[in-house]
């Protein structure tokens, strides 16, 4: 009997928890209502949630990217193998979900899938994100066979032309080949896994493509489309990168001509109870917003993860949180919930 990928891959994930990991989840959870409750920073649990980052380098050059702009202010580098075992060794038993991916193009890490191997051996559920250059046939083979259980590709156009107007230096038939291999792997190795996902960021170069993509996505077998809205830096007085489809959109036009952001800015952030994000380097950073690691709460080369996620530093960025979250400059251009499935 054949079984719907999404159904399937949601009960790959339950297949994941643990007793421990329900009961850190459900403390975590009640500790952020607690917080949000009481404006004060009590956290119970460790996260449910990380993103490991494999590398900086990165083969193309997009617009709106800090890898593909070559504009960090950090250095750049390479994962060493032995700090994300290390890590992970002390998080496997609470840890659910893990994302290989922060900046950068994880197939340019050399023991990439290694590392990913590790992780599903403990039983956690692994994703990354991935521009789909590297996805040759050797790689997807290994790829299927490190037991990653989501692969995000993103593809931004359905044509050349309108996939190169942002991932510039990209190559889509490199990209449509790469999934096309992950495909054939997964029905020779029988595997259910991983679960392909087109991750279409939506600008308004692309936008009359959304239809297209669904095509696209439906022909070549890969399991469901995303369609992600764009960070823009500078988007105060308009940007050609805005979508003109309000949907897909983070900001809103005003009648003066300028844009805002959407959000509301609420005074508080799930991402600070749940989740997390570690550079290649071994920086424990509050989240994807970070992008130069600006707001450092520590080192895992330096400190054990959990006296980090329990040390001052996380509990008064917390506290700024909750007291006012536009004191915090990065939290000023985010939106949560950042994905529309189709």
Same mark, same amino acid.
């Given at each position: 009997?054949?079984?719907?990928?999404?159904?399937?891959?949601?009960?790959?994930?339950?297949?994941?928890?643990?007793?421990?990991?329900?009961?850190?989840?459900?403390?975590?959870?009640?500790?952020?209502?607690?917080?949000?409750?009481?404006?004060?920073?009590?956290?119970?649990?460790?996260?449910?949630?990380?993103?490991?980052?494999?590398?900086?380098?990165?083969?193309?050059?997009?617009?709106?990217?800090?890898?593909?702009?070559?504009?960090?202010?950090?250095?750049?580098?390479?994962?060493?193998?032995?700090?994300?075992?290390?890590?992970?060794?002390?998080?496997?038993?609470?840890?659910?979900?893990?994302?290989?991916?922060?900046?950068?193009?994880?197939?340019?890490?050399?023991?990439?899938?290694?590392?990913?191997?590790?992780?599903?051996?403990?039983?956690?559920?692994?994703?990354?994100?991935?521009?789909?250059?590297?996805?040759?046939?050797?790689?997807?083979?290994?790829?299927?066979?490190?037991?990653?259980? =989501?692969?995000?590709?993103?593809? #931004? &156009? !359905?044509?050349?032309?309108?996939? *190169?107007?942002?991932?510039?230096?990209? %190559?889509?038939?490199?990209?449509?080949?790469?999934?096309?291999?992950?495909?054939?792997?997964?029905?020779?190795?029988?595997?259910?896994?991983?679960?392909?996902?087109?991750?279409?960021?939506?600008?308004?170069?692309?936008?009359?493509?959304?239809?297209?993509?669904?095509?696209?996505?439906?022909?070549?077998?890969?399991?469901?489309?995303?369609?992600?809205?764009?960070?823009?830096?500078?988007?105060?007085?308009?940007?050609?990168?805005?979508?003109?489809?309000?949907?897909?959109? =983070?900001?809103?036009?005003?009648? #003066? &001509? !300028?844009?805002?952001?959407?959000? *509301?800015?609420?005074?508080?952030?799930? %991402?600070?109870?749940?989740?997390?994000?570690?550079?290649?380097?071994?920086?424990?950073?509050?989240?994807?917003?970070?992008?130069?690691?600006?707001?450092?709460?520590?080192?895992?080369?330096?400190?054990?993860?959990?006296?980090?996620?329990?040390?001052?530093?996380?509990?008064?960025?917390?506290?700024?949180?909750?007291?006012?979250?536009?004191?915090?400059?990065?939290?000023?251009?985010?939106?949560?919930?950042?994905?529309?499935?189709?």
């Amino acid at each position: 009997m054949n079984i719907n990928p999404a159904w399937a891959d949601g009960l790959n994930v339950a297949s994941k928890i643990t007793w421990k990991r329900a009961a850190n989840a459900l403390g975590v959870l009640a500790s952020y209502f607690v917080a949000k409750w009481r404006k004060k920073p009590v956290h119970w649990g460790m996260p449910v949630s990380i993103a490991f980052e494999p590398t900086t380098s990165c083969n193309l050059r997009c617009p709106e990217c800090p890898s593909g702009l070559r504009s960090f202010s950090r250095p750049t580098g390479m994962l060493p193998k032995d700090l994300f075992t290390q890590t992970i060794d002390q998080l496997k038993d609470k840890l659910l979900y893990l994302t290989f991916y922060f900046q950068g193009e994880p197939y340019l890490h050399p023991d990439f899938l290694e590392m990913v191997r590790y992780a599903s051996a403990q039983k956690i559920y692994t994703a990354t994100s991935t521009n789909g250059h590297f996805l040759t046939d050797a790689a997807a083979r290994r790829t299927v066979e490190s037991g990653l259980d =989501r692969l995000i590709i993103s593809i #931004d &156009g !359905t044509t050349q032309e309108t996939y *190169q107007s942002y991932r510039v230096g990209g %190559k889509l038939e490199k990209v449509l080949e790469g999934t096309r291999n992950i495909i054939r792997w997964k029905k020779e190795l029988k595997s259910a896994k991983p679960y392909i996902v087109f991750q279409f960021l939506v600008v308004k170069p692309n936008e009359h493509q959304i239809d297209e993509v669904k095509q696209l996505a439906k022909e070549l077998g890969v399991d469901s489309v995303g369609f992600k809205t764009a960070q823009i830096y500078d988007y105060e007085n308009g940007s050609p990168l805005i979508p003109s489809i309000d949907r897909y959109s =983070r900001y809103r036009a005003n009648t #003066d &001509g !300028t844009f805002s952001i959407k959000n *509301q800015l609420l005074n508080h952030c799930w %991402k600070m109870w749940h989740s997390c994000v570690i550079t290649w380097d071994g920086l424990v950073v509050p989240c994807c917003f970070d992008k130069d690691a600006e707001h450092r709460l520590g080192s895992v080369q330096e400190q054990s993860f959990k006296e980090i996620w329990q040390g001052e530093g996380y509990q008064r960025f917390r506290t700024t949180l909750l007291r006012s979250r536009s004191e915090i400059e990065m939290c000023k251009n985010c939106t949560e919930g950042t994905q529309v499935w189709a």
